[in-house]
């Protein structure tokens, strides 16, 4: 089976930097998501992360280490509309079911 | 532009009654779509995978003969929940694999049973 943890919820302030943390575990491991979803609708896709390392995407960025079963996803030069549920995924090899976690709630502070 | 739609988007119906959800995938074919609930201030709980042409299967704590998928099409799948309860009540969104790296999900379907 699968099992991912991350936090509840997180508060951070504008024009800040923050990194929402994910650990997993999982027996067949093919690649980990993160999606952001504003309240009342579907997620968009944010990043994709199969290879260890790092991913730069403009201000978002998402880290892999596969050895540790854990990601991270950085925001830089926070804005009030990235107040949002940020969640982190993972895709099982065997059966290319996506399996989310529970989401961290971000709070933007002005 | 959209890659997978929802119909409906929104639904308000009767307890007992049973409501049926489209999700039609727009740009290409989908042999395999997942469908998702999701309930107030929690994450997206995989209740089924459809696979076109054949049965579905079902996540455990699920029950299928519930939540009806059929999946007739290339390009369509549906959920029925059958004799809908205020529990049902919940956030209801398909998706389906694109390209390695990407899934596209619906806008959802919010199901409000009274």
């Known amino acids: 089976g699968q099992n991912i943890d991350q936090p509840t919820e997180m508060t951070a302030t504008e024009g800040a930097i923050v990194q929402i943390n994910c650990t997993y575990q999982?027996?067949?491991?093919?690649?980990l998501f993160w999606y952001q979803q504003h309240a009342g609708e579907a997620p968009t896709f944010l990043s994709y992360?199969?290879?260890?390392g790092l991913e730069e995407k403009g201000r978002f960025s998402s880290f892999l280490s596969r050895s540790k079963g854990y990601s991270y996803l950085l925001l830089k030069e926070l804005q009030m509309k990235d107040s949002a549920s940020y969640l982190c995924?993972?895709?099982?090899?065997?059966?290319?079911?996506?399996?989310f976690g529970k989401g961290t709630r971000l709070h933007i502070l002005p | 532009g959209a890659v997978v739609s929802q119909h409906p988007s929104w639904v308000i119906c009767k307890s007992g009654t049973s409501v049926k959800i489209e999700c039609r995938s727009l740009d290409f074919q989908a042999t395999t779509m997942f469908w998702y609930r999701q309930f107030p201030k929690q994450s997206l709980m995989l209740m089924a995978t459809?696979?076109?042409?054949?049965?579905?299967?079902?996540e455990q704590g699920v029950e299928k003969d519930k939540f009806l998928i059929n999946h007739a099409s290339l390009t369509l799948s549906t959920l029925t929940v059958t004799s809908a309860h205020p529990e049902d009540s919940s956030f209801y969104i398909c998706s389906q694999n694109g390209e390695v790296e990407t899934q596209y999900f619906g806008p959802g379907t919010r199901l409000l049973v009274l």
């Open positions: 459809s696979n076109e042409g054949s049965k579905a299967t079902y």
């Open positions: 992360n199969v290879l260890d």
């Open positions: 999982t027996s067949g491991f093919n690649g």
């Open positions: 995924a993972v895709r099982d090899h065997r059966d290319d079911k996506i399996i």
